[in-house]
């Protein structure tokens, strides 16, 4: 469990990027954050992570306060799939358990199996020139997952790909958080996915919090029932169509408030 309570940020230039943020993340849940740009989704992200502090306010870690430092047991995707250009995949792969100091021959055989999981098990060997954009956006996602992380933590990781490429993936990252199907009690790890896309955020999600303008703070949140394991089905129907017009509302009425700060 991860919350965050009564949080504000205030960067050193005086900016108030956040206000009276709370929130509670369950173990194993997948959450959107949904919200207009700027509005302060990768300040929280931040300090979901551990890579920032509250200028006031509470983080808290399994009910602990959280310390300065990032959280060992979490994974990153950012917009830009940020692959070393002169290692081959596997080697870009492998990078986390390197660092952690784990020896060549479990870790090369951990990098090819999250390789294999996101689909790219071929190009183990392939250099990162040779991907589409949504092959090394797998790749990252293989990196991320690699240390097998309690937290994963997404950054607009699809904003950049068209949108086939994009519903693929989504159904991918479905599929990496619940292996084993619907069935799986305990998901493979916690998701926490920022998107200005709507669809995005409801197609994935089992709770989606929309922030309003900077200063933000959440305006909604909004639990997206039916299968947690879902495919394009799911976006013909009631549960998909009621949340997406839910949620455009409460978009749409958080870039009207006023930017403050
Ligand atoms: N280190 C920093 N110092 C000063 N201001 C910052 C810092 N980081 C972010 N900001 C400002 O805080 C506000 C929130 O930024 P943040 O990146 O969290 O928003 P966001 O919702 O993720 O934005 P976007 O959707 O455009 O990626 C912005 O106005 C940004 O310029």
């Known amino acids: 469990m991860i919350?965050?309570?009564?949080?504000d940020r205030r960067y050193e230039t005086g900016l108030l990027?956040?206000?009276?943020?709370?929130?509670?993340?369950?173990?194993?849940?997948?959450?959107?954050?949904?919200?207009?740009?700027?509005?302060?989704?990768?300040?929280?992200?931040?300090?979901?992570?551990?890579?920032?502090?509250p200028s006031s306010g509470e983080v808290l870690r399994q009910g602990a306060a959280a310390t300065r430092g990032p959280v060992?047991?979490?994974?990153?995707?950012?917009?830009e799939p940020t692959l070393m250009p002169w290692a081959n995949v596997?080697?870009?792969?492998?990078l986390p358990l390197r660092l952690q100091?784990?020896?060549?021959?479990?870790?090369?055989?951990?990098?090819l199996a999250a390789l294999q999981r996101v689909g790219l098990g071929e190009f183990a060997e392939?250099?990162?020139?040779?991907?589409?954009?949504?092959?090394?956006?797998?790749?990252?996602?293989?990196?991320?997952?690699?240390?097998?992380?309690a937290l994963l933590l997404l950054d607009e990781p699809f904003a950049a790909l068209d949108e086939i490429t994009r519903f693929a993936l989504n159904e991918s990252l479905l599929s990496l958080w619940l292996p084993q199907g619907e069935k799986t009690k305990v998901p493979a790890f916690t998701g926490v996915f920022v998107t200005h896309s709507v669809f995005e955020a409801v197609f994935l999600s089992q709770r989606v919090l929309v922030m309003s303008a900077r200063p933000g703070r959440?305006?909604?949140?909004?639990?997206?029932?039916?299968?947690?394991?879902r495919d394009a089905s799911f976006r013909q129907s009631p549960v998909f169509v009621d949340a997406c017009a839910r949620l455009s509302t409460a978009l749409a009425r958080a870039a009207e408030e006023p930017a403050l700060g």
């Open 3 to 7: 919350e965050l309570k009564a949080v």
């Open 17 to 53: 990027a956040l206000q009276g943020v709370d929130l509670r993340i369950a173990p194993g849940e997948f959450v959107s954050l949904l919200g207009p740009s700027g509005c302060g989704k990768s300040s929280v992200l931040r300090l979901l992570a551990g890579l920032d502090l």
């Open 72 to 79: 060992r047991d979490a994974g990153f995707v950012f917009q």
């Open 90 to 94: 596997v080697t870009n792969v492998e």
């Open 101 to 111: 100091g784990m020896a060549a021959e479990p870790r090369a055989a951990a990098a």
């Open 126 to 149: 392939a250099m990162p020139r040779e991907l589409s954009g949504g092959m090394k956006m797998r790749a990252a996602i293989a990196r991320a997952l690699v240390t097998q992380p």
């Open 218 to 229: 959440i305006i909604e949140d909004l639990r997206i029932e039916g299968p947690r394991l």
